[in-house]
């Protein structure tokens, strides 16, 4: 039975229990879940890629263990490991809050993780709880990283499967008049099927075929940046960045959740794999001389590590 959630105005995300209506492969690689809940008329629309947590089942209980109400994250986290359910990060693809139905898109990757494993094997009826942006909540939520300046000459996408959805998700909020490029590194060639295409950008979804994750997507950045950004002479220092050690994530804003800076010639997106985005922001920042506040870089999942709760 659906509990609806007891969260009040003041919390800037809520949660829902939701129930699996539709499942449509769109892609080789992906496979669109819609979800419906009685609440979900309150999940606000943020759109490009703002990003919700997915919780899923644990064998033998369910999602009966998951707390609900505004401190359901400290409660969640006392809670012993065989009843805290697992929580994984995904990107809202579409929001309908007349018919009270939001659409993500996951990527099948096999049976490892618990968000792979329930996706290729959840049929219509199932259930799941979401994290998502509360509607009436009037503050600043968070979760949105496409920052870009106010003025930007071109804007670069550049990511992996997993950034897929948001990527998609920009290209159709940008206007036409939008110049850049959107490349997506994808396991499949028809995936290219889980694209947008856009007036103004250049859309260029290479497969991985049996490379390593980036072996595709990185000679393509360094070539379409030639087109994008004059090569600066000068090669700058900068911080490196473990991603072993922490979180590979910088989104580059002011106090008030806007963009860092106001103009810029080019602004950069970067998103999946964490080491191939740690190598493609250095290539940005420290070969090309592109500003550091122009280059949002997000490590969406690291290869061989499971989501830390
Ligand atoms: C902000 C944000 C938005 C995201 N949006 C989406 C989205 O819209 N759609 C989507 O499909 N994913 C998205 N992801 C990525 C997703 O959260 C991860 O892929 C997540 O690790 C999947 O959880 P899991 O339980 O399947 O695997 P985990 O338990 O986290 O990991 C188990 C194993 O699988 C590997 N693994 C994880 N993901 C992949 C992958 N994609 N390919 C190959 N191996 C993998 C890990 O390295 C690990 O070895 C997003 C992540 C972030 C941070």
């Known amino acids: 039975m659906t509990r609806l959630s007891t969260q009040t105005a003041t919390a800037p995300f809520r949660l829902h229990e939701v129930t699996l209506v539709r499942r449509r492969p769109i892609s080789p690689s ?3 879940f819609t979800f419906s809940g009685p609440e979900l008329d309150q999940f606000a ?31 969640w986290r006392e809670l012993p490991d065989e009843l805290r ?13 007349e018919q009270r139905e939001i659409d993500v898109d996951i990527v099948l990757h096999g049976l490892t993780g618990p968000a792979s494993r329930w996706a ?3 049929e219509p009826g199932d ?18 990283d496409f920052l870009p300046p106010r003025r930007s000459g071109r804007v670069l996408l550049a990511g992996d499967e997993t950034a897929l959805p948001a990527i998609a998700n920009i290209l159709e ?15 499949h060639p028809d995936d290219v099927a889980a694209l947008p295409v856009h007036p ?16 595709a997507l990185s000679p393509l950045v360094r070539e379409k940046v030639d087109g994008l950004l004059e090569a600066l002479d000068s090669e700058l220092e900068i ?30 997106w970067l998103a999946g794999e964490a080491s191939v985005i740690k190598a493609l922001r250095r290539h940005l920042v420290a070969e090309r001389g592109m500003d550091r506040k122009a280059v949002a870089f997000m490590g969406y999942w690291r290869l061989g590590r499971s989501e830390q709760n």
């Open 30 to 32: 992906f496979v669109r």
């Open 45 to 75: 629309d943020k759109g490009l890629d703002q990003r919700i947590k997915l919780i899923f089942p644990l064998d033998g209980v369910g999602l009966a263990a998951v707390p609900m109400g505004d401190d359901w994250y400290a409660r």
């Open 85 to 97: 359910n697992p929580i994984r990060t995904y990107t809202v693809r579409a929001v309908r809050r």
């Open 120 to 122: 290729s094997s959840a």
């Open 127 to 144: 259930s799941l709880v979401i994290l998502g942006p509360n509607a009436a909540y009037e503050g600043f939520h968070g979760g949105v």
């Open 173 to 187: 909020a940008l206007p036409a008049d939008a110049r850049g490029c959107a490349l997506v590194e994808v396991p």
């Open 200 to 215: 103004g950008f250049d859309v260029v979804v290479v497969p991985r075929g049996s490379g390593t994750h980036g072996e």
């Open 239 to 268: 911080d490196d960045v473990d991603v072993d050690a922490g979180l590979l994530w910088e989104v580059p804003s002011d106090d008030a959740g806007h963009a860092a800076l106001d103009e810029a010639p080019l602004y950069a």
